[in-house]
């Protein structure tokens, strides 16, 4: 089972970045998907959740209305698509899968937002 992040780095306050988690070794088409991110001495946090059928979406306060959680169930691939980012934005983004009990972690991707 692998969960695969990519798609972070360093960007300027109002810029864009667009998360890609590819997942292999699992029926990832029966899995809800989601989106935590954990920045330096906090603890690590839901930012969205996208159901196993793409049906059903949830952003976290903080993010609603800039970031959009989507799938691509043909690819196994979940995204997390980030617009007008701010510096409290700035975190170690992990993927994350789950059906009932089973749950599976990406090893994280940074993003840092500064100018």
């Known amino acids: 089972v692998q969960l695969v992040e990519s798609g972070g780095g360093l960007v300027q306050p109002g810029g864009s970045l667009r998360l890609s988690c590819a997942a292999s070794g699992f029926t990832f088409s029966t899995y809800d998907m989601s989106w935590y991110r954990q920045a330096p001495g906090k603890e690590r946090v839901l930012v969205a959740t996208?159901?196993?059928?793409?049906?059903?979406?949830n952003v976290a306060d903080s993010v609603k209305g800039r970031f959009t959680i989507s799938r691509d169930n043909a690819e196994n691939t979940v995204y997390l698509q980030m617009n007008n980012l701010k510096p409290e934005d700035t975190a170690v983004y992990y993927c994350h899968g789950r059906l009932r009990s089973l749950s599976f972690w990406g090893q994280g991707t940074q993003v840092t937002v500064s100018s």
């Open positions: 996208i159901s196993s059928t793409g049906g059903s979406r």
